[in-house]
Each structure stands twice: as structure tokens, then as C-alpha cells.
């Protein structure tokens, strides 16, 4: 591929999404091939390149052999191309013939076919050619014969001054070795998985080579809309990570939940990518919203892209977290996409939200969650490929991703083995519940935070009337990488040590030989107030045998106490 021809004048596919991977279109009178199962698109694809361009004032020619007229104007109409109204502005001609009129003579003069073409090109300046399908030529001879017969055909419609865009059926898996693939300058594969249940159809497509010219690799997915046909090219920004030499280089976003940024050395690295990942119900949805709702307040826009859950259930959850929801949803500050997985294609919705994320200078956006994303792709490889795109995407922009996932159990001495796609957030926040002197409590850790200090301490979080905040530390926690966690709270144990500490205190002084006896009597006044105090402090936090036993003496009745 060489890169004299990159500044080479371009054709355009006239397909959003495909002149990027092709490097800005078709080269003129380069033959393409789009090949690929049936039902892959292959016919819409390549009437939609000689459509558009027929639209653009550019005619073309489409050789087909298999749909009859009404068929082509049906099918064509569906995408609101009115076939007729162009072949009577002679800006497309069709023709209908046999694979043997290709092969017939194919690179000499008396090519009827071939003459009828040429003659119309003459006429009005035809660009492009399309013939559909050259699949049967190869069953009308062997060997060499069809390579040579078929290959100097094209050559004759490049000596005319066409584009010739060929369509080829595969069945089953793809022959690189077929005769099509190796005539031809450029070709583009087509897949099609019909979906299944709770899983939408997906189609894609790959070029293969391109001769003259560099192209984007790899495979990209592709929808069909009552527009046509629109592919959301795969292709990644070189970006810098969000982090750099020191801290000043690195700037913060505050996350809405007061006492999380001191765990997070200040906040969330603008332009990062956030994992809050833990068991059903310890608020990961909850704090990914107050995140939105800060950035809100600061008018930052934000935008949530969010899986079986509707607008209005979306805003009941969010009211009184900060900022009126319905305000900011007509401001155009909080915007919110559905995805229904098994009903929406996944690519096409996260396309749409980088649409919006430029467009409208958003800088935070939060996924809820990756599970239903995973679903709804039918592969972790097909969520890894579709969150590296899009956290890129979202990265060069400047923009801060909360991506929720939500854990079945937390098992083993590292949580974050339970965690998936780990590699893929620069920040792992952690929630998740544990016992507490025989209590229930919801806690939050910080498992990863790239270019921040972090002490992964497990600090408790609670949802107070304004929304959630980081409240009590724990002493004396066991147990917790297995699940079980126990421990207390931090403000308990101070309260159980500070009549001890008196009591040390005081026992010391009253050893000195040199106090007089009225202040050693206060001294030991003072030891047994402490330890009357540090027996109902112990008492209010632990079973008191001696408080049970007098209430169950107060409770018993006058027989009972005689």
C-alpha cells in the first residue's frame, strides 16, 4: 500500500462510517468486492454506494442478474430511493442479463455487454458500475477460463473509466483463496449473526485489502435503518493517559458523595474510567448518579446511558440526591439513553451518546450498568472491543466514565478476582456489606485508583436525606476478603478506651507516696466513676449478665418474688 496514493482523488461510498475506514473513500476505477453470507447486506450495501452517488448528480450502472424490475423499485423504496425517478433523469441505467453475457467475448470489441455499457457511459458520463452477483460465473467454466475471461472483463470497465463494485455469496465459513477475492483490488467482508433470544441481530463488516491505499482493519459493526446502511467504525484516538509526573498535572472531579474524595486523593481524574462493581443493593447506581448530580450543579452536563430501566423510573431515583432532576432534563443537563438489551443494538446506542458527548461538551457519563451491556453484546469480547472504543472516544474528549457492575459474591483473599475487565478502569471502587457488632452495614473501598493515593481503607457509607456520604471507620475487621467481614466502628471502640485511659491515669497518681489522703480518696472516686462509666459504655455494645438478671427480678410477679 503505498502512500503516494493517499492524496489521490476519492470516491464517496456515500455509506456514514465507511469512507473513514476506507481513508476518505473508493480510489477511481479500483474494483471493490463485498462479500459475505446471505442476508449479509451485500446488494443494499453496494446499491446504497451507487444510490447516493446517482443523488449526488454522479451516474452509475447496476448489472444484475437475479431481481426483476418490480423487485429492485420494492426493495429500493424501502430506503426512500426512488429508483424510477433516476433512471428517467439518466442518472442510473440497470441492466438485467445472464452471467454468460459477461464471459462472452469479455475482452474483445464484440462484446455485446460490454458495448451496451460502454455506449451508455459515453452518454452520460457513468462513474460506477455494480454487478450483482458474480457468484454463478465461476460454475460456467474452469480453471484459468473464468479468472482470465472475468478478469479482463473488469479491466475493460476500468479502461472505460468505471468503479466496478462487485457482490460475491460465501456460504459458511469465508475462502480467502476464491477466485474473486484475489481479481479484485479491494474487498469488504460482511457478517450476519441472526440474534437469538434476548439478543438482538448483529451485522458487521471488515475490509480486507485494499490495493493503492491504507484502510482501518478489524471488524466494525454495521445497522440497517430505513435510511440504509450506517457502520460505526472502531477506530481509537491516540490519547494520554489521565495521569501525569505529579498531581498538579492531574485535574479532579468532585464525586458528589461527601468523604469519598479524601479516599480518592482528591477525586476522579478527569477524562478516567470509574468500575463501581458490588453485591445487589449497596448503592453503586445510587453513587453514580450523585456523581452526575455534582457535575450538574458545577454546570457540567452529564449523560447516563442505562439499561432496562425507563427516563421516569430513572429520575424517581435520583430526586433529592441535589439539583432538580426535571429541570436539568429540559436544560438538556442530565441526558438519559435507554438501551433494551435483545432490542437495541448496543453500538448503535453508544454511537449516538458520543454524538452527544461532543456535541454538547459533555464531561461526565455514567454506563448502569456493564452486565446488561454484556448481555446485550452476547460476549465479554465483544464488551471489551465496544468499551475500549468507547472509553477512548470518551478519554480524547476529556470526558470521566462510572461504569456499575454488579457482583454475584465476593470470594477468595482479592476481591478484585471477581471483578471483570479490571484492566479497563483506571478507578475500582468497591461496596459491599459486612457484620457489624450484629449489624448489617454497607461499606465502600477503593481497590485501584491509577495516578492517586489510595490506603484501601473500608469505611462505612449511608444514605442520609441529602443522599450518600462516607460516615464511620472500622477497627479490627476479619474476615473481610472471604465475604464475612466483622469488626466494629471506630468511634465505638474510642468511646470504650477513653474511661480506660482515665483509669490508667488515675491509678498512677494514686501510687504517688507524696499525695496527701484527701486527694488520693478523690483520685479513687474518680477510678470508680470511670469504671462505673466503662461498665455501661461495655453494657450499651455487649450483653450485661447483671442488667438481665435485674430486669428479669423487676419483671417477675409478687409470687415469684416472695
Known amino acids: 500500500m503505498a502512500d503516494s496514493t493517499i492524496n489521490q482523488e476519492r470516491l464517496s461510498t456515500g455509506v456514514p462510517g465507511l469512507d473513514e475506514l476506507l481513508g476518505g473513500g473508493l480510489l477511481p476505477c479500483r474494483s471493490l468486492l463485498l462479500k459475505g453470507p446471505p442476508g449479509s447486506a451485500k446488494t443494499t450495501l453496494g446499491l446504497q454506494m451507487l444510490i447516493s452517488a ?309 464531561k461526565r457519563v455514567v454506563i448502569d450498568s456493564a452486565d446488561e451491556l454484556t448481555a446485550a453484546l452476547g460476549s465479554e469480547d465483544e464488551f471489551r472491543e465496544t468499551m475500549l472504543w468507547f472509553l477512548r472516544r470518551l478519554r480524547a474528549l476529556g470526558t470521566t466514565v462510572i461504569f456499575t457492575q454488579r457482583l454475584s459474591s465476593v470470594s477468595g483473599r482479592n476481591p478484585l478476582s471477581d471483578i471483570a475487565m479490571t484492566d479497563l478502569a483506571d478507578t475500582i471502587i468497591f461496596l459491599g456489606l459486612v457484620e457489624i457488632e450484629s449489624r448489617l452495614e454497607k461499606v465502600v473501598s477503593v481497590l485501584k485508583h491509577r495516578g492517586g493515593k489510595t490506603d484501601g481503607d473500608l469505611r462505612s457509607i449511608c444514605r442520609k436525606p441529602h443522599g450518600l456520604e462516607i460516615c464511620d471507620r472500622f477497627i479490627g475487621l476479619s474476615g473481610v476478603l472471604e465475604g464475612t467481614a466483622m469488626g466494629q466502628r471506630k468511634e465505638k471502640i474510642e468511646k470504650i478506651f477513653q474511661p480506660l485511659y482515665f483509669i490508667r491515669d488515675f491509678l498512677k497518681m494514686a501510687r504517688d507516696p507524696s499525695i496527701d489522703a484527701d486527694k488520693r480518696n478523690r483520685v479513687l472516686e474518680n477510678i470508680s466513676q470511670q469504671n462505673g462509666r466503662l461498665i455501661e459504655v461495655m453494657g450499651e455494645y455487649f450483653d450485661d449478665p447483671k442488667k438481665s438478671e435485674s430486669q428479669s427480678a423487676d419483671n417477675a410477679g409478687p409470687e415469684s418474688k416472695a
Open 54 to 362: 446517482a443523488e449526488r448528480g454522479e451516474p452509475g450502472i447496476f448489472l444484475t442478474f437475479e431481481q426483476l424490475p418490480e423487485q429492485l423499485i420494492a426493495d429500493t423504496a424501502g430506503f426512500g430511493w426512488d429508483v424510477n425517478a433516476l433512471a428517467d433523469q439518466q442518472l442510473l441505467k440497470v441492466f438485467f442479463i445472464t452471467p454468460e453475457e459477461i464471459l462472452q467475448n469479455p475482452g474483445r470489441q464484440d462484446n455485446r455487454l460490454a458495448m451496451r455499457i460502454e455506449e451508455w457511459t459515453q452518454q452520460v458520463g457513468a462513474h460506477r458500475i455494480l454487478i450483482d452477483s458474480i457468484s454463478h460465473i465461476p460454475q460456467l467454466t474452469t480453471g484459468e477460463n473464468v479468472r482470465s475471461a472475468f478478469m479482463n472483463f473488469i479491466l475493460r470497465l476500468k479502461a472505460l473509466g468505471l468503479t466496478p463494485i462487485l457482490t460475491s455469496e460465501y456460504v459458511g465459513e469465508r475462502e480467502q483463496s476464491d477466485i474473486d477475492v484475489y481479481i479484485t483490488d479491494s474487498v469488504i467482508y460482511l457478517r450476519y449473526d441472526r440474534g437469538g433470544i434476548g439478543r438482538p441481530e448483529a451485522r458487521q463488516l471488515e475490509i480486507i485489502k485494499t490495493r493503492g491505499h491504507k484502510h482501518i482493519g478489524g471488524a466494525h459493526p454495521m445497522d440497517i435503518s430505513s435510511s440504509g446502511i450506517t457502520i460505526y467504525p472502531h477506530t481509537y484516538p491516540d490519547v494520554a493517559a489521565p495521569t501525569g509526573d505529579s498531581d498538579a498535572t492531574i485535574t479532579r472531579l468532585e464525586t458528589g458523595v461527601p468523604g469519598l474524595d479524601d479516599l480518592l486523593d482528591g477525586g476522579l481524574a478527569e477524562g478516567s474510567s470509574v468500575l463501581t462493581a458490588g453485591l445487589s443493593g449497596t448503592f453503586k447506581t445510587t453513587l453514580a448518579a450523585q456523581f452526575l448530580l455534582a457535575g450538574i450543579k458545577d454546570d457540567q452536563p452529564g449523560l447516563m446511558i442505562a439499561f432496562q430501566q425507563d427516563a421516569a423510573a430513572l429520575c424517581k431515583s435520583m430526586t433529592g440526591l441535589g439539583p432538580d432532576i426535571s429541570r436539568a432534563l429540559d436544560d438538556g443537563k442530565l441526558n438519559i439513553l435507554e438501551l433494551v438489551p435483545g432490542r437495541d443494538q448496543a453500538e448503535k446506542t453508544f454511537y449516538a451518546a458520543a454524538e452527544i458527548i461532543e456535541a454538547k461538551g459533555i
